[in-house]
Nanobody
Framework: QVPLVESGGGLVQAGGSLRLSCAAS????????MGWFRQAPGKERERVAS???????YYADSVKGRFTISRDNAKNMAFLQMNSLKPEDTAVYYC??????????WGQGTQVTVSS
């Protein structure tokens, strides 16, 4: 059973928006930091945004002001609202949870493609 499942990816034009969802199953992640990562072809995976169990957030400089991470602990879910999308945002986006001191639970990823 995959512990985290992403959804909401797709093809969008530059300037458009998408909302990614991450649904956890099999265990609760409400007490763990949750994060969104992305990996573009030929590039290393990078952390886009993360949120602590209390709601503190981190954003990569490249997405500040455009992306918003949130979580619903009651539903065991995390979200990434992406606005003003750019072609360079094209990547596979992954949801992750840090149950220990590392990002140790991952989803399988969802493709986001932004056309110019």
């Amino acid at each position: 059973q995959v512990p985290l499942v992403e959804s909401g990816g797709g093809l969008v034009q530059a300037g458009g928006s998408l909302r990614l969802s991450c649904a956890a199953s099999g265990r609760t992640f409400s007490s763990s930091p949750m994060g969104w990562f992305r990996q573009a072809p030929g590039k290393e995976r990078e952390r886009v945004a993360s949120i602590s169990r209390s709601g503190g957030t981190y954003y990569a400089d490249s997405v500040k002001g455009r992306f918003t991470i949130s979580r619903d602990n009651a539903k065991n879910m995390a979200f990434l609202q992406m606005n003003s999308l750019k072609p360079e945002d094209t990547a596979v986006y992954y949801c992750a949870a840090a149950v220990t001191s590392t990002w140790d639970y991952w989803g399988q990823g969802t493709q986001v493609t932004v056309s110019s």
